[in-house]
């Protein structure tokens, strides 16, 4: 390649005929590809000059088509790329906005700030996605963006842009299986799902929880204490009634189980959730949302770690059913999955469930 032959299709770039300028940009494009050599920066900005003027004159598909040549170009002409990479096509747009290395994170910054979510889901796919490019998809990214984000293994997130996408995510289904999903997600901000996810969701997080080394969960502990503690509502109007018997019984050493049967029989709520804090050791908002919501469940996590016996949590589970015209029969059902549960994996979840407790924030709610 000589410069003699550049300079000779320059001159071409005069026709006024569109089909002549096609063939032009086509040459110059064949041109830029004819040698693996380095180029002098001189020469690589007069490619680049070339190229941008003529692509900005030419249809989407002809666009398109060098958008495709020079998504794996490496050095490739910037400014072509970038001005390919904004194009309001995203046709044009997405070979350059999922693989090219040319693009620059600041190039794909502006392009998340400024596209749409055809765009933004093309940088989701990137093999890399830089932090602070996730974290503008994060803020602008509808959920089908998101969710690509989050299946991609490559897209790097803060702990502060993982915290937003589980606000998110909290009192949206639409992202529970991506978010569950993401091996990423810090094991706390995991656990935080628990209580608004399915089934099979649920789980996955135990199952992920049974494999979290003891250091690794302390570390996450840590990280979620302040976090978690400061998430939940105020106490109810009995509460400080029910703390205070509760710490008689306990000076008496009569907090038993059977003791919290009792309360929960006689419809003693806020006793029941204060004992049950107390023998678990688990804070007071997770206990009352496990009652609120019925959570048989979580409510066998809790047990199984306490050390309470199978019958103890199936009285429990009749109790809580008691409008529950099938309550034995389910109550059956929560008793194969509290046999069925992993001690350990009940210990390591709970340990996520205690941190408000840990905090002393409690007290202050």
């Avoid at 959920?143 to 606000?167: C, F, Q, W």
Wanted: proline letters at 4%.
């Amino acid at each position: 390649m000589t410069r003699t032959k550049l300079h000779d299709l320059i001159e071409l770039a005069q026709e006024p005929s569109s089909e002549r300028r096609r063939e032009l940009l086509r040459g110059v494009t064949d041109l830029f590809f004819t040698t693996d050599d380095p180029r002098a920066p001189g020469e690589m900005a007069l490619f680049d000059d070339v190229l941008t003027q003529l692509a900005g004159d030419m249809e989407e598909a002809v666009r398109a088509e060098l958008a495709q040549r020079m998504s794996g170009a490496d050095p490739a002409p910037a400014g072509l790329i970038r001005a390919l990479a904004r194009d309001a096509s995203i046709e044009v747009a997405r070979p350059l906005l999922e693989g090219s290395t040319a693009l620059t994170e600041d190039d794909l910054l502006s392009v998340a700030r400024t596209r749409g979510q055809d765009h933004l889901r093309a940088i989701s796919q990137r093999p890399v996605v830089p932090m602070s490019v996730s974290e503008a998809i994060v803020e602008r990214g509808d959920d089908e963006t998101l969710g690509t984000l989050l299946a991609n293994s490559g897209a790097e997130m803060s702990r502060e842009t993982h915290e937003m996408v589980v606000d998110r995510a909290l009192d949206n289904p639409a992202l529970h299986q991506a978010v569950v999903a993401r091996k990423a997600l810090p094991v706390d901000l995991l656990n935080e799902m628990y209580f608004v996810v399915e089934a099979r969701l649920r789980d996955q997080i135990l199952e992920r929880n049974s494999e979290v080394d003891p250091e690794a969960l302390d570390q996450a502990l840590a990280a979620g204490r302040k976090r978690l503690a400061a998430r939940d509502g105020a106490l109810p109007g009995d509460y400080a009634e029910a703390e205070k018997a509760v710490r008689i019984l306990r000076l008496r050493g009569a907090i038993t189980p059977p003791v919290l049967a009792g309360f929960l029989r006689n419809r003693e709520t806020t006793k029941f959730l204060v004992a049950l804090c107390e023998l678990a050791d688990i804070d007071f908002h997770t206990a009352r949302r496990i009652l609120e919501r019925r959570e048989l469940d979580a409510l066998s996590i809790v047990c199984k770690a306490a050390g309470f016996d199978r019958s103890l949590y199936l009285t429990f589970a009749v109790l809580i059913l008691d409008r529950d015209s099938n309550a034995m029969g389910r109550a059956r059902e929560y008793g194969q999955l509290y046999e069925s549960l992993p001690l350990e994996a009940a210990q390591r979840t709970i340990r996520f469930w205690r941190m408000r407790r840990q905090t002393g924030d409690v007290a202050a709610a």
